[in-house]
């Protein structure tokens, strides 16, 4: 029997043995042209079912890599199977960076922007923000470019893998920048709930790290540009102490495998995401959760968590609060909505978790809380659709290209 094929964090298990490896777009065309029933599979970093299908999954790791730096644009055009951490040890000594990164470098490019991958920072957007242009294989197998103003460009960013396959991707970059990253130990959720924006908005991108097992955010993480003049905090922030070490958000895991702290000056692509390339990011055996909530719900929404701590600090690893600027995009999380995101990696017992999403998101509803794409939730699809004011325009541009469902899965035929 064929090995089972399975995502990243070994909750899924596709409903398929078939996984297609074209190392050409002439022959990634052929496959999908010849495909009945197919998903895109990045690299499986998504913890539900938004990759799966019965049919046919096809990776563009082993495409043509592309890198392509155009300086007078401002651009690169990366092919999608690209990891971040591969791009940016590209951009990186060319002088060049991206706006921001998620957590961790491990991702693709092409399946990160799928889903609105994000990191943190209130003027800092989704990493689909930075893309100018897609290019991608329809369903029926034909080349295609949808360019920034495009008539529906604002739908065909974020897709979740809908409208076909992404081969490259051409991206804004921005001059190389340093970052000082520093890490505080537990800030009082008294302290940290009366100054909840300045703590958010503190730096370029900000991170606080809860286990609700205590009266305190464990660590509040602080990625600090050095050409935005000195960091003015000290020792002591907020009541919260500067760590005297190297720190690993997740309890019980290995320090050495995060970014450098400390304050020590260092290039964007080796301080923004948490974890180095190198190592197994976050806790590896986990689920992870997350809703993203207009940022006027912030208190509101720590005040439900706050009340949720004895059910949620069980089964629960750590979790994360973080910001991300307002977007165009029209399935995008952050549709129009500067955002505050409550994100949990949780052990991975699925039978424990069920009632516990159930209980948080009844307590989320009211805030308007929409789910990650990429992550574990319960909310039913019409619901999730109906936070989407142009869910209707984006389901018009997926029929567009995909009238017959060949890239569609049990996952998005609920909503498309
Ligand atoms: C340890 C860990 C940390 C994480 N941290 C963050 C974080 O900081 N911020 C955040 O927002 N998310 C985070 N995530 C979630 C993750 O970024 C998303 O799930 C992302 O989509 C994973 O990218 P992938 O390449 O693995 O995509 P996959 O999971 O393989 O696929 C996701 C979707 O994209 C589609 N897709 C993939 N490639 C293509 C392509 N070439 N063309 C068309 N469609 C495609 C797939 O069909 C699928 O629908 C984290 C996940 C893990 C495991």
Redesign the pocket.
């Known amino acids: 029997m064929a090995t089972a094929l399975t995502?990243?964090?070994g909750n899924v298990e596709f409903s398929t043995h078939t996984l297609h490896r074209p190392v050409s777009v002439e022959q990634l065309q052929e496959v999908v042209a010849a495909g009945d029933r197919l998903?895109?599979?990045?690299?499986?970093?998504?913890?539900n079912t938004?990759?799966d299908t019965t049919g046919a999954l096809i990776s563009?790791a082993d495409l043509p890599r592309r890198i392509e730096i155009d300086a007078a644009q401002r651009a690169v055009t990366v092919s999608?199977?690209t990891?971040f951490g591969e791009l940016t040890q590209a951009l990186e000594p060319a002088g060049w960076a991206l706006h921001n990164l998620?957590?961790?470098p491990?991702?693709?490019?092409?399946?990160?922007v799928?889903?609105?991958?994000?990191?943190s920072g209130l003027t800092n957007g989704?990493?689909a923000t930075a893309v100018r242009a897609v290019e991608?294989v329809t369903p029926s197998g034909e080349l295609r470019t949808v360019t920034r103003g495009d008539d529906d460009f604002d739908g065909s960013v974020v897709?979740?893998?809908?409208?076909?396959?992404?081969?490259a991707l051409t991206l804004d970059i921005q001059p190389s920048f340093q970052v000082e990253q520093r890490v505080y130990d537990r800030m009082f959720l008294s302290a940290l709930r009366v100054n909840l924006h300045e703590v958010l908005t503190a730096a370029y991108s900000v991170s606080v790290f809860l286990t609700w097992t205590r009266p305190f955010a464990d660590q509040v993480w602080v990625k600090h540009r050095v050409d935005a003049g000195e960091w003015p905090h000290g020792r002591d922030w907020l009541g919260a102490t500067l760590a005297s070490g190297q720190r690993n958000p997740v309890p019980g895991q290995d320090p050495g495998f995060t970014t450098e702290q400390g304050g020590v000056p260092g290039p964007w692509n080796q301080r923004l995401p948490?974890?180095r390339l190198e190592f197994t990011?976050?806790a590896g055996d986990?689920i992870?959760s997350?809703y993203l909530l207009p940022i006027e719900q912030a208190v509101p929404a720590l005040d439900v968590l706050a009340s949720l701590a004895d059910t949620i600090a069980p089964i629960l690893h750590v979790s994360e609060l973080?910001t991300i600027r307002a977007d165009e995009l029209w399935l995008s999380e952050f549709y129009r909505r500067d955002s505050v995101?409550l994100?949990f990696?949780w052990h991975p017992d699925p039978v424990a978790l069920a009632p516990v999403l159930r209980e948080l998101e009844a307590g989320l509803r009211p805030l308007g809380a929409r789910p990650?794409?990429?992550?574990v939730f319960a909310m039913e699809p019409a619901e999730v659709a109906s936070l989407y004011p142009r869910f209707a325009d984006a389901r018009r541009v997926v029929r567009g290209h995909d009238p017959d469902g060949k890239f569609r899965n049990a996952?998005?035929e609920q909503y498309f």
């Open positions: 995502n990243w964090a998903r895109v599979l990045g690299t499986g970093h998504s913890f938004v990759a563009v999608a199977g990891r998620g957590s961790l491990h991702i693709s490019v092409g399946g990160a799928a889903t609105g991958t994000h990191g989704t990493l991608f897709t979740l893998g809908s409208i076909g396959v992404t081969t948490h974890f990011p976050s986990e992870q997350e973080r995101a994100h990696t990650h794409w990429g992550k996952f998005t």
